[in-house]
């Protein structure tokens, strides 16, 4: 089992910062990717971002430009780097990680934005 811990949500207003983390625990393996995911209010989770362990990147393209994901192996952790934040980004963010065909889920943090 694995387990995921996010931390870094929270209210912003539009145009503002915020640096999701996630601290991954348990039965860790070193090939895994990890990402990103978040559900808006009323709709379905959609993927924002992910990482491979070898650094490789993949993001929805409404966030391209103003987020960066990153990992630190030697942590198994990931940060979401948010910037230049707007109301459609505000949503419940999880973090994900898939590793040996297993897919685990953290517990979602809040981020809001507002004006």
């Known amino acids: 089992q694995v387990q995921l811990v996010e931390s870094g949500g929270g209210l912003v207003q539009i145009g503002g910062s915020l640096r999701l983390s996630c601290a991954a625990s348990g039965s860790i393996f070193s090939i895994n990717t990890m990402g990103w995911y978040r559900q808006p209010p009323g709709k379905q989770r959609e993927l924002v971002a992910t990482?491979?362990?070898?650094?490789?990147?993949n993001y929805k393209d409404s966030v391209k430009g103003r987020f960066t994901i990153s990992r630190d192996n030697a942590k198994n952790t990931v940060y979401l780097q948010m910037n230049s934040l707007k109301p459609e980004d505000t949503a419940v963010y999880y973090c994900?990680?898939?590793?040996?065909?297993?897919?685990?889920w953290g517990q979602g943090t809040q981020v809001t934005v507002s004006s």
């Open positions: 990482i491979t362990s070898g650094g490789t990147t």
């Open positions: 994900w990680r898939t590793q040996r065909g297993y897919h685990y």
